[in-house]
């Protein structure tokens, strides 16, 4: 079922939100796309009923939400769809969590991901791979597949995700959704288990650029358990605008190179004319360094994924096996618990900031990091927003990448720089190649996501990708 | 390029236990993303200072006192998933 924030509002207005919840439920427990790692069905009703009973008021009163099972919910299992988190319950909410149950949000189920946010597809799962919903057979991109693929599966009508190199703008591109990633610092990553924390950004998903809005405004806000979050309130919503009269679009050739599929270069150029022809201006911009950016990141994610899941030992939480000694038992706790990918770029990183190592690939990678943001810096003196593809191609197969880790991480070629610079950038649907939906990335200034959502909206008024829904859902 | 060995040695820095089929089997692929790293030796990055964080934020203090807003937990709620606990502590293995 699609509906928006306002059409479910008037279904709740007129029934109530625990109809509402109890169709989405209906439809996840049918539902084939493995898109939900467990569901929330008791919780979610009697939260519902009370919402109902209580005339609880909300930007989101009584609205379901999907949410990606890296972020912390109390009393609701939380797995990083890791066997190692199997069955970890936390004590506690995430700050985004608290924020959607004071705007009376209600939390349908936890979304499947990639391992440890560690993935591109969302097949490295212990919980089995999720499937795309306008062809069964594709990825719906990672690492927040589920979250994405719930939303354009009509299983929850608002998702969030996190988007490390990607991870939210992937998974929306391969499956026509709309996904933002915030400005680093915006959204409090409190109770988000961290992968690589200098890179991460929680993220909305919705249908439409209106209901991306509305969830980002409700989540984003300031947090001192979050030593870098920003002391910033947003209020998007109030000032969504259908006009891009005079807006300066940069075009960086870079993001169009070799690799890009032809169909997908044709529908963000011929959405960027869209753009043109309501009055935006375009220019070319040169950016370097963004060939060097996709190597800068996994050295860097890798190195501080060493690090953020040692704490993974099998003494607080999550999978314990047989006592040995501690150093051997912590050795086999995460021999027995984490995945290859895992396995691969805790000892990818390990092996970056070792002795010997540090200089050659960690310090040398984070120098590179400042000369992508550079980059940008440059080219925002001259432009509002940067326009290139969300992904190269569209969704590709189940099983076509996952045993070969290049080709897999060569994929996140036009996303990472975005992470690595800190600027935020959202994917909204924009052209077809061959039945699968096509990402148009928009990118700004740091704290500038008034610019791209009002660039997305505009975009999204005066076109109908967004509307397309996959057949057979 | 890394060697079997040194793949056993960075297992052990990184508190993994790796079996002979798992070194069999990431030694290859952890060259060939190692190889492709080395794109970034062709970038002069003399003088470049690094990136750690992309905001100019400094450090950032509280006072050090027990609140429910700074994210405390109780003891049960600490010790909730806790594998193995006695007497309200976390029990862990010996260590030698």
Redesign the interface.
Known sequence: MWASINELKEKIHAGSSEEVVAEYLERIGRSKLNAFISTSGESAISRAKEIDANDIEGPLAGIPVAIKDNISTRCIQTTCASNILKGYVPPYDAHVIERLKKAGAVIIGKTNMDEFAMGTSTETSFYGATKNPWDMERVPGGSSGGSAAAVAGGEAPIALGSDTGGSVRCPASFCGVVGLKPTYGVISRYGLIAYANSLEQIGPFATSVRDVTTLFDVVAGYDPRDSTSVDKEVNYSSSLENNVKGLRIGVPEEYFGEGTDEKVEKAVRDSINTLEELGAKTTTVKMPHTKYALAAYYIIAMSEASSNLARFDGMRYGLRTEDSDWHTTFSQVRASGFGDEVKRRILLGTYALSAGYHDKYYLKALKVRTLIKQDFERAFKDVDVLITPTMPYPAFKLGEKIDDPISLYLADVDTVPINLAGVPSISVPCGFSGGLPIGLQIIGKHFDEATILRAAYTFEENTDFHTKRPEGM | M?TRK??TH??????????EK?IE??TP??N???D??T??D??D?EG????????P?S??F?EDEVSA???S?TQE??L?????TQDGF???????
Do not use: C
């Open positions: 890394i040194d793949l960075i297992g052990w820095l990184s508190r993994l236990e790796l079996s798992d089997k990431y692929k952890l060939s993303v190692l492709y790293f794109e970034l062709d970038v990055t470049v200072p690094p990136t750690y964080h992309v905001l934020l450090n950032v509280r807003q700074g994210g937990l709620e600490a909730s998933n806790a594998p193995k976390f029990k862990a293995p010996r260590m030698m």
